[in-house]
């Protein structure tokens, strides 16, 4: 069993994408481990406001299982991924990381960049796992979100799922 942590965003209808998003990793993976969910500016575009979390899961597939398990929610959700890297999206789900390892499987970049360069990544992976540490810097994700220097311009916003209070 493999800690894997995924980041999940929208800025189109984004409190019912990432519902959605949770139902369906909650029926695929069981206990989810959910960071409260932040609010910050499209990056790279001119659009609405993201909300943005990040998701722990414990899994047994492989990480173009998971990929694929992704990209089938995203679709799930209206999202088919053939837009410019930097546009509107109903649901984008990220595989950040996947337990310790380091590398490319099949294209995929583990760990994935934006936890180290994107507040909106970095914060929510920091309240949900601060002790852990990065597999490549070996830094805590608490103490990178301290040093962190980028933009910081996040809001965590109140979020109910499931009757549960995620901004808690």
Known sequence: MTRVYIGAGSNIEPRRHLASALGHLSEAFGSLV???????AAAGFIG???????????????????????????RANGYDGLGPKF?????DLDLLLYG??????????????DVLNCSYVLWPLADIAPAERHPVTGESYETLREAFTG??????????????????
């Open 100 to 113: 310790d390892f380091q590398g490319s499987v099949a294209g995929i970049r583990v760990p994935r960049n």
């Open 34 to 40: 959910i960071s409260p969910v932040y609010r910050s």
């Open 87 to 91: 546009s509107s999206r109903t649901l």
């Open 151 to 168: 933009n910081r311009e996040l809001e965590r916003i109140p979020f109910i799922w499931r009757g549960r209070d995620l901004s808690a």
């Open 48 to 74: 609405d406001p993201f909300l943005n979390l990040v998701i722990g899961i414990d899994s047994e597939l492989s990480i173009t299982e998971l990929k694929d398990v992704l990209r089938s929610i995203e």
